[in-house]
Nanobody
Framework: QVQVVESGGGLVQAGGSLRLSCAAS????????MGWYRQAPGKQREMVAT???????DYIDSVAGRFTISRDNAKNTVYLQMNSLKPEDTAVYYC????????????????WGQGTQVTVSS
């Protein structure tokens, strides 16, 4: 069984910063990509940032230069440092991990956290 748990959301004023963390635990053999997605009220879920096991990153244009994704492979953890936050960044942020386990021959699957609320006030 695998768990993906996010933490670090909250309420912040525009221009402020927050750091999200996400840890995957359980019967994991290896993790490929990890990423952060967000869903604002009335909108579809969108990719915010992703990072491969080798450290290659990708960002949605609206956060490039403000957000930084990183990961600690030894801890199966991914982080999202969010700076210069804007009201339009308000959303529920979800962590995703593409992983397999418990065996080397297990298939990769997508695992999601429960989400953490980020609210940016103007």
């Amino acid at each position: 069984q695998v768990q993906v748990v996010e933490s670090g959301g909250g309420l912040v004023q525009a221009g402020g910063s927050l750091r999200l963390s996400c840890a995957a635990s359980g019967s994991i053999f290896s993790i490929n990509a990890m990423g952060w997605y967000r869903q604002a009220p009335g909108k579809q879920r969108e990719m915010v940032a992703t990072i491969t096991s080798g450290g290659s990153t990708d960002y949605i244009d609206s956060v490039a230069g403000r957000f930084t994704i990183s990961r600690d492979n030894a801890k199966n953890t991914v982080y999202l440092q969010m700076n210069s936050l804007k009201p339009e960044d308000t959303a529920v942020y979800y962590c995703n991990a593409e992983l397999k386990g418990p065996y080397y021959y297990s298939d990769y699957g997508d695992y999601w956290g429960q989400g953490t609320q980020v609210t940016v006030s103007s």
